[in-house]
């Protein structure tokens, strides 16, 4: 029965794709004119300076420092920040890194290196070694948003100079590598000076896996995501792009937490029954998408429809924070719709705005809103990102109301300059995301953190 169930969920993928291929679909990685906007839109560069860091109540002595070195189509920068406490009782707590954790692991000394670049990411060969802030892979439908925290990953594309075929990969962390993956690209019917629609036709697959999804046990199954997709632009101009795709994506969710609330026995039953149906439990879901890009607006809309026990866009902002805790699994077997959609604008070259909203008919809702202001107010910048996930799943809390409460689903950071004597600036800074931390038992999670800085310095990039 299960064997059967699975084949009709892989006609039904295969099925939707051939439909749309048949009557126009969709784009060359429509993603990728979102990607390199988004990605860099919400890191600082270029200050060196002081002040002091408050972490979850404690105060710091700050220093910190930025400096970059552009060689041609190479960049490299650097993020040094030292956070000294005059209370600590040994020298090992008194000099700390960024988020208050002592110098002892690969991942933090990595964190000095903020980025190493080459090229751009429409060039052939494109790589940065840094941090991410908001990476998609492909149109998203794996990986839409993801942060790696501050910690030192790798992105790289490859691709031939005429576009036929390529790919881009990533790995969370070169320090403790556990998400790794990439999507590749190949335009079968591609020839040279020839653009129509069949020369445009793409196809792609994704791969992504997380070796370690929950980091409070050992030796549990890893979480694969497998995507294809299908597309070509309708329309390309110079200053005008419209799209459309299909995605199609498997993956095989870990166990519905809420099955072990049983008891011992019946959940190690339920755990080695998961164990023998992996192969036949596999989540199913198929996006639809279109989306345009202008010269200074980026829009998409997805329809997307998928099984019990599915994660759409599963890799996102605050994924590594949120395993195992936020599957988010329903009751029944039967299928779930909803919509993604995505702007970024704009309007000014000093005014840049980011928002993503997806919902589905199980009353789980993500949201992704930013802001980057820089010279419309005269010596003042202004950066804002807050994202969310399973906004009001309870069904019995107000949807604006738990949208703005600030908890384990969420991550905001806000950042305010203002120039005194240009360049001298005066800096705050609120953050409310997450850290890794080593527990007792050995055990590596993340925890919430609260901090807010407030510095004085010098910045190059006035």
């Known amino acids: ?223 694969d995501a497998v995507g294809f997709d299908v597309g070509f632009p309708i329309i390309e101009r110079s200053s005008f792009r419209l799209d459309l795709y299909d995605d199609f994506v498997m993956l095989n969710p870990p166990p519905n937490p809420k099955n072990f609330a049983l008891e011992p026995i019946a959940a190690k039953e339920k755990s080695e029954s998961h164990s023998e149906n992996s192969v036949t439990e596999l989540g199913w879901g198929n996006a639809v998408g279109i989306g345009f890009a202008a010269t200074k607006v980026i829009f998409k809309f997805e329809y997307r429809i998928f099984s019990d026990g599915y994660i759409p866009a599963v890799f996102d902002y605050t994924y590594e924070t949120g395993v195992p805790e936020f599957w988010g699994y329903e009751t029944s077997s039967a299928a779930r719709r909803g919509f993604f959609t995505q702007l970024i604008w704009q309007p000014m070259p000093q005014l840049h705005f980011l928002g993503a909203y997806e919902t589905y008919d199980n009353n789980t809702s993500k949201i992704y809103l930013g802001i980057k202001e820089s010279g419309l107010v005269p010596r003042l910048t202004f950066r804002a990102f807050y994202t969310k996930r399973n906004i009001g799943e309870d069904g019995e809390t107000n949807f604006f109301t738990d949208l703005f409460d600030l908890d384990k689903k969420s991550a905001l950071t806000l950042e305010i300059r203002y120039a005194i004597l240009p360049p001298v600036q005066t800096i705050f800074i609120k953050e409310y995301r997450f850290r890794r931390v080593q527990t007792d038992e050995g055990i590596s999670q993340f925890e919430p953190i609260h901090k807010t800085s407030i510095m004085v310095g010098v910045n190059t990039d006035f």
């Not at 990685?29 to 408050?54: I, K, V």
């Not at 956070?83 to 008194?94: H, K, S």
Request: charged residues 20%; aromatic residues 12%; negative net charge.
């Open 1 to 223: 029965m299960r064997d059967n169930s699975v084949l009709k969920v892989l006609y039904n993928g295969i099925f939707a794709t051939v439909i749309l291929i048949l009557t126009i679909v969709s784009p060359t990685s429509a993603q990728e004119r979102l990607t390199p906007m988004a990605e860099q839109s919400f890191l600082t560069s270029g200050f060196y300076g002081g002040g002091l860091t408050f972490i979850n109540g404690d105060a710091y002595v700050r220093i910190q420092l930025q400096p970059e070195i552009p060689l041609g189509k190479i960049g490299i920068g650097f993020d040094f920040v030292l956070l000294y406490n005059p209370y600590a009782e040994n020298t090992e707590d008194q000099f700390l890194a960024e988020d208050g954790e002592t110098w002892d692991s690969a991942s933090t000394w990595l964190r000095l290196i903020r980025y190493i670049s080459y090229g751009d990411p429409y060039d052939p060969f494109y790589c940065r070694l840094g941090e991410f802030d908001y990476l998609t892979i492909g149109h998203g439908s794996i990986m839409s948003g993801y942060s790696n925290h501050d910690r030192r990953g790798l992105h790289l594309n490859l691709r031939k100079s005429d576009n036929r075929s390529g790919v881009e990969t990533m790995v969370n962390d070169l320090g403790h590598p556990t998400i790794f993956g990439g999507r590749g690209f190949f335009r079968p019917f591609q020839r040279p000076k020839s653009n129509t629609l069949l020369t445009r036709f793409e196809l792609g697959a994704t791969y992504l896996t997380d070796i370690d999804p929950d980091t409070e046990k050992e030796g549990e199954e890893p979480l």
